[in-house]
């Protein structure tokens, strides 16, 4: 009896990309439009799931960062910021592009500066190093009144209309069609050259060294990819609360996208949704605990680190492996 070999398969891991890179964003898309035409929201459930929607784009970029790079920022709200102060100050009188690019370009500014400076220091280092970015932005937000109109911040920010939408609704599109391409480009850029260059510089330094990896500007580019899905979520952020202020981009801002993807599992492509969902929304729906909803919400956002280091991911990861187990069992 002659044994034939079967033909070679691709990587798990890229064929499955491969086909995420569609698969995603489509069940995004898809799950929108149902919320949007079928489920039809109240008010307040609509504002929360666009509010999860502009910060899981913003948390894509993160993902990237902390997921595929290994670099922490706590200084990311000022990214936040950026977007979000250029689209309450350009968008009636200049339009939603301009003001859109405005916000991106001032966040690429910000993180290539701040990135070359910092990404220089270790871990720790660089970490507190964004922290005190976050709070010079903050103290920007608040000083420099002839901009940012200082604690009273700038209202009357508009919002961009469509498919004939108007209100919550229009910014809910935009919002779940950006996150539909953020989604598409993460998965895209994980087996391009550049992800795998991040993939390897974060898991193993002296192999990518090895390998003619530059580590540092890889970690510079994951830095500005955070910065650019931080200043489009800080967009939407602005347009659905109306305008900019500094509270919408303090240092909470910014431990919510550290943790949106540590929750959801770094480096899962869903983790930025997954993440913003328990890290959003969870706190919106608690309020009925009144004054105790903050501190039921830190005690499962606790017992998920302590018992789910890989975050929720991990807790999926298992399901899957069981289901799998009973089925060929």
Known sequence: MTVVASPPRPAPSVRTTRHWRWTQPAIVLLVGAVVLLVVRPGPFDLRVLTLVAAYAIAAVGFNVLVGFAGVVSIGNSLFLAA????????????????????????????????????????AYYFAVGTLALGALGTVVMRNWTSVTNGDAGITGAGYLKLFGLTGVSSIFAAAVLLLAVFLYLQEALRTSPLGLAMIVGRFDPPVADALGVNVSRTRVAAFVLSAVSAAVGGALVAQLAGGAFPDQFSTTAAISLLVIPIIGGRGWRWAPVVGAIVVIAAPEYLRFLDEYRLAVYGVLVTLVALFLPGGIHQL?????ARVGRRRHG
Do not use: M, N
């Open 83 to 122: 977007g979000g102060y250029a689209w309450a100050i350009l968008a009636v009188p200049r339009g939603p592009l301009v003001a859109l690019l405005a916000g991106v370009v001032v966040a690429v500014v910000i993180a290539v500066l701040a990135g070359l400076a910092l990404l220089r220091l270790r």
């Open 316 to 320: 999926v990861r298992g399901l899957v």
